[in-house]
Nanobody, 117 residues
Framework: QVQLVESGGGLVQPGGSLTLSCVSS????????LGWHRQAPGEQRELVAR???????NYADSVKGRFTISRVNVKNTVYLQMNSLKPEDTGVYYC???????????WGKGTLVTVSS
């Protein structure tokens, strides 16, 4: 069983920055597609950013140009650099790792990001 542990959330003012980290316990980290999702209060969980095993990335339109996802396989870690934060970025951010052909998918427990003055 793979465990994902997120960190780096907190309270930040609008326009500020945060970097989220997610560390995996699995041995097969390098083959997983990794994603950051968020869930705002009263809303459904949505994909924020995703990075494939080969390093291709895609982002939700609402965060393009402000957020950057990256991975360091030797550290079993995926990052989400968040700049120019807005109040609407507030939510619980979840890390996800998936290998669909193998039928594997794992989720972390989330880290709370609050953007408020």
């Amino acid at each position: 069983q793979v465990q994902l542990v997120e960190s780096g959330g907190g309270l930040v003012q609008p326009g500020g920055s945060l970097t989220l980290s997610c560390v995996s316990s699995g041995r097969r980290f390098s083959i997983y597609a990794l994603g950051w999702h968020r869930q705002a209060p009263g809303e459904q969980r949505e994909l924020v950013a995703r990075i494939t095993s080969s390093g291709r990335t895609n982002y939700a339109d609402s965060v393009k140009g402000r957020f950057t996802i990256s991975r360091v396989n030797v550290k079993n870690t995926v990052y989400l650099q968040m700049n120019s934060l807005k109040p609407e970025d507030t939510g619980v951010y979840y890390c996800n790792a998936a290998d669909p052909p193998a039928g594997e998918e794992y989720w972390g427990k989330g880290t709370l990001v609050t953007v408020s003055s």
